[in-house]
RNA sequence: CGGGGUGUAGCGCAGUUUGGUAGCGCGCAGCGUUCGGGACGCUGAGGCCGGAGGUUCAAGUCCUCUCACCCCGACCA
């Protein structure tokens, strides 16, 4: 491709819009221009790498037995409606009427329709398992899209969907997948870890995320130096730190005006934190729901949620709990009635906490559970920080950031249930298919690739996913021989298959080295009256400092092997 | 949805306090001199000042309403 020819330009200053340094790099090298929040179009060298990482996710997932296909995006909401997971979404569903008034969504993902599409054709053990996959695009109406390409309302996406007759067939397909994804993200020059999740909205019980380590990333990792234990923070538990327990002590009002906070309660008690009972209220799908913690703990609203088993999930108004008769600030378990109670398993060891009393400057001391309170649920919800206990081996935790680019699911039965998808055992009898899904986004990949491989002169892509493989650039274009000499070898490589980039505009050096190490293809061959008294042309890896002559006479052989190389 | 911020040329910004002919740098076009790490000179093109309504002789600037985008929190590939 030449340049000259080439639709996008670089761009010398960073767009103001851009915080996050793909979404800078991504603007600067004119690969993405933004449409609309988290809606962008790709121009042709965008749209190069994003069919490279495609090709990849493509070959990995063909050569772990998976059967490619296609499923619309548009989808009725009824369909969303038999699952439940139209509420599970919520607004984060694109929802559209059609000229006959019949509600119809943009498909936030597949499972819906493919697990209808399988109760079709799936009707015996002899069928299953399958693995079925598609590439495609998928909408979301994400409450901030942001950071460029890293959190889109329109975004692609290959999910693979695997249909399994037994709990062993689910992890063997569990286990391929898994396989799959490290080669993927090993083919594209990704370093991932592979991370216990919550599963969301999607459902289902086990779930990893795949993760690249960077400062900025926006998911917080909690891990173990001294056992392999990796996590999520929203799915990481830690040994709790204990609280020596008490005989239970009489329950006594104790005036305290103006405590309102822990903070502020405990220094007025002159008592340590994790002696009081810090006592949030939620509303759950428009139910008032009443969290209680130890008060050196915080809260995990996921961990909550889940526990609940809830669409949705806020920290109640102030109108909603003085709706609910209950004193803010002064808030309490005890005495509380008709109000579900769901309690962090750091509480339930009685040692006389102190907690509100339901009245204005007032709490309540040794308040003791089950003695002084009911819970209706008991678990926990407790946030996990680094500094505490491995839950698997008590060493103490670590955390980190990174960028989701991978996110595998079982989801077991319940889909597969209410679609109807269901199977005839060798002997007779009927079950519902055993469900897996696994994600990749396309955009997001390329994005984290980006954040993961560039310097402050631009982007240095891994030659798997890089645009072109060569850089041309001849330099001083008014000397012939440079110019022949280039047009010869931009042939020469093409025909040998490598896939170049060709600066063959009237530029000075300086803005031909700067273009060149801001797309950031892997290797860069300049021609110039200068290499050519030595009949050779100066190679250089994007990745590297140096840079070497080499004979233009095998140049071309050469090029391919260290394209080929890395 | 809550909080903060920004909308003026393709990009980065000034101008808004105090109303009076819309500016700068980069980029773009032409000519010339240059040329191994974003060269220089001259000439030129390019603007519904986010939108609507209002105040005024006069609005980028003042008032009202609105829209879009970005950042921080709750969601996710």
Redesign the pocket.
């Known amino acids: 491709m030449r340049i000259s020819q080439l639709f996008g ?12 340094v793909s ?1 800078q790099l991504l ?2 090298t004119g690969m993405i221009y ?6 962008y179009s790709y121009l042709p060298l965008a749209w190069r790498v994003l069919k490279k990482i495609e090709n990849i996710i493509r070959e990995e997932m063909d050569a772990a037995g998976g059967q490619e296909l296609m499923m619309p995006v548009l989808q009725p909401l009824e369909l969303w409606q038999e699952t439940g997971r139209d509420r ?3 607004k ?1 569903l694109f929802t559209l009427c059609d000229r006959r008034d019949r509600s119809l969504c943009l498909g936030p ?1 597949h499972e819906e329709v493919i697990t209808r599409l399988v109760s079709q054709y799936v009707r015996s053990y002899r069928d299953l398992p399958r693995l079925l996959y598609q590439i495609q695009t ?1 909408f ?1 109406d ?12 329109e ?3 290959k ?1 693979l969907y695997s249909f399994d007759t037994d709990e062993a067939g689910l992890s063997q397909s569990y286990d391929k997948m898994l396989k799959a994804y490290q080669n993927i993200y090993a083919r594209c020059g990704l370093p991932t870890l592979v991370v216990e ?6 459902g289902g019980k086990d ?1 990893h ?2 993760m690249v380590i960077t400062e ?1 990333g ?2 917080e990792i909690i891990y173990c130096p001294g056992c392999q234990y990796v996590a ?1 923070a ?1 799915k990481a538990q830690s040994i709790k730190s204990k609280v020596d327990s008490e005989q239970p002590l009489p329950l006594e009002e104790v005036a305290t005006p103006g405590a309102t906070t822990i903070e502020k309660l405990s220094n007025f008690l002159r008592i340590a934190p994790n002696r009081t009972l810090k006592a949030v209220f939620y509303t759950a799908d428009g139910e008032i729901i009443f969290a209680v913690i130890r008060g050196d703990l915080e809260i995990n ?2 961990k909550l ?1 889940n526990a609940l088993r809830c669409f ?3 920290i109640a108004t102030e109108a909603e709990v003085t709706g609910a008769g209950i004193v803010a600030g002064y808030a309490s378990p005890v005495g509380t009635r008709n109000i579900k109670t769901v309690v962090d398993d750091s509480v339930t060891p009685g040692v006389n906490f102190v907690a509100g009393a339901n009245k204005p400057d007032t709490h309540i001391r040794n308040v003791n559970y089950p003695r002084d309170f009911k819970a209706d649920i008991t678990t926990d919800i407790a946030k996990t920080h680094a500094g505490e206990g491995c839950p698997k081996c008590g060493s103490k935790l670590l955390s980190t950031h990174g ?5 595998i ?1 079982k989801l077991g039965t319940f889909l597969s249930e209410k679609l109807g998808a269901f199977f005839t055992d060798p002997e007779g009898a009927s079950h519902p298919v055993i469900m897996g ?1 696994y ?7 390329l994005a984290a690739a980006i954040e993961q491989n560039h310097d402050d ?2 982007i240095i892509w891994p030659v798997s996913i890089a645009p072109y493989h060569i850089y041309l ?1 001849p ?4 000397s012939p021989e440079v110019v022949a000499t280039a047009e010869k070898l931009y042939k020469e490589l093409e025909t040998e298959g490598l896939e170049v980039l060709f600066d063959d505009r ?13 797309l950031g293809i892997p290797i ?1 061959v ?7 008294k030595k009949d050779s ?2 190679v ?1 890896k994007r990745s590297e400092k140096e ?1 070497q002559l080499v004979p233009l006479e095998n140049l071309a052989e050469r090029l391919k092997g260290l394209a080929g190389a890395e």
């Open positions: 330009k670089t761009q010398r200053e960073i767009p103001a819009e851009a915080e996050t979404h603007l600067r933004q449409v609309s929040a988290g809606v599970a979404f919520g984060g993902t998928k979301r994400e409450p901030r899209p942001r950071a460029g390409l890293l959190r889109l309302r975004f692609t996406m999910d999740a919550d599963s969301g909205a999607i779930s995320e795949f900025n926006e998911d999520n929203d609203e996921v949620k949705e999930l806020h960028i989701e680019v991978g996110h699911f899904c994600g990749i986004g396309l955009g997001r990949l002169k631009g650039c330099l001083y274009l008014d009237q530029e000075s050096p300086g803005v031909k080295f700067n273009d060149a190490d801001l860069r300049t021609i110039s009256p200068r290499t050519l042309a100066e250089k840079s």
